[in-house]
């Protein structure tokens, strides 16, 4: 039997607290945001799938006018590319754009499609990014709060 001095029972407890808050729940953490420009609210919900590596499945759902709504499994956030943009094409479009997807809402199907990166030429506005912010929650953060931050692609 191996005894370790200097430690009582108060040092396994303090540790198994130390080990559970640094451990990830399987909690969703809902970010919303209302586009009242578009008529739409988008909602990407993250959910850890490792209990200590940072490691996400994300969804994103879509509800527009007149009962409207469609929802997309996204590229999964495999280490640090949780990330989405939110961009408003000049076709009035919202494309949600992470480090290794993109997706285009069509009203007219109310559907989302996931597309090439190469198709998303010309311009449109920047609204804001989910995001985890300096307190590391998930949320949205409008381009009025945090300036666009774009993705380096290899």
């Known amino acids: 039997m191996i005894l370790v001095r200097g430690r009582g029972p108060g040092w396994g407890l303090i540790s198994l607290v130390l080990l559970l808050s640094a451990c990830n729940n399987d909690r969703p953490e809902p970010a919303e945001?209302?586009?009242p420009?578009?008529?739409l609210r988008l909602n990407v919900t993250?959910?850890?799938t490792h209990p200590f590596l940072s490691r996400y499945r994300l969804t994103l759902q879509i509800e527009g006018p007149q009962g409207c709504s469609a929802t997309a499994e996204l590229f999964p956030d495999t280490g640090y590319a949780g990330r989405r943009n939110v961009y408003q094409q000049p076709s009035g479009a919202i494309t949600v754009l992470g480090q290794y997807d993109a997706r285009v809402f069509d009203r007219i199907s109310c559907s989302i499609r996931?597309?090439?990166f190469q198709s998303l030429v010309g311009q449109s506005?920047?609204?804001?990014?989910?995001d985890v912010d300096a307190q590391k929650r998930w949320r949205f953060l409008p381009a009025s709060m945090r300036p666009e931050r774009s993705f380096d692609k290899h």
């Open 33 to 35: 945001v209302e586009l």
């Open 37 to 39: 420009s578009a008529g």
């Open 46 to 48: 993250r959910v850890a």
């Open 114 to 116: 996931l597309v090439e």
């Open 125 to 130: 506005i920047f609204l804001g990014a989910f």
